[in-house]
């Protein structure tokens, strides 16, 4: 059998994947169908590339087929390599994107509130915090004086008036300076009336009218 290098001259063609090749007979006339695949491409774009068509006779195929072939099939293997590689870079895009979108999500509920609705919350629970510290510490006092006014949080009016009933029950109610609560000793009071039946003078003595 006569030697072909038939092989020799597709293995020259710098390709990645699979040239499939169809021969197909209609009298003398020979109809070739290239059409290059390449499985590691992962983008569904490729389906969309025609294969090459070579129609002529033997002899003619035998004398242009590599030379009409090479340089399309080369053309079409660098295609579907950009492609993978495009769609490596996408994925590796939209795993970043999301990374930083994490990232960023995070960041924002870190970051410190911006709208006055937040910083009055945020104003509010640090006072309620230090509240709870000095009641915690037995400084009821203090820790009334710290709770906001009910006008102050019209919203929490409610909240804020029992906790300052619920203070103000657990230490004296002089506020300011006022008298202490009265004890046992200091609620006797002196005897300030005239007492019409003393026959004593200022010193002490008896009157005269009484002497024995």
Not at 73 to 84: G, R, W
Not at 158 to 172: G, N, P, Q, V
Request: glycine letters at 6%; a negative charge.
């Amino acid at each position: 059998m006569p030697v072909t290098n038939f092989f020799a001259h597709a293995a020259a063609i710098p390709f990645e994947g699979c040239l499939n090749i169809t021969v197909k007979k209609d009298g003398e006339q020979l109809t070739v169908s290239v059409l290059l695949q390449n499985e590691g491409c992962g983008d569904t774009a490729k389906a969309h590339i025609p294969p090459l068509i070579l129609k002529g006779s033997a002899k003619e195929l035998c004398e242009g087929f590599f030379d009409a072939i090479s340089a399309p099939i080369a053309q079409a293997s660098t295609l579907l390599t950009n492609m993978e590689q495009f769609l490596k870079g996408q994925e590796a895009t939209k795993k970043n994107a999301a990374m930083e979108k994490k990232k960023a999500e995070k960041t924002d509920k870190t970051d410190k509130p911006t709208t006055p609705e937040e910083l009055k919350a945020m104003k509010y629970n640090g006072i309620i915090a230090q509240v709870d510290a000095l009641e915690a510490a037995g400084k009821f006092r203090e820790a009334w004086l710290k709770v906001p006014q009910p006008t102050e949080c019209p919203e929490k009016a409610e909240e804020l008036r029992k906790r300052r009933a619920s203070l103000s029950a657990k230490f004296s109610p002089d506020l300011f300076g006022a008298e202490q609560p009265a004890t046992e000793e200091n609620n006797v009071e002196p005897n300030t009336d005239y007492d019409a039946t003393d026959d004593t003078d200022a010193e002490g003595i008896p009157h005269e009218g009484e002497r024995q």
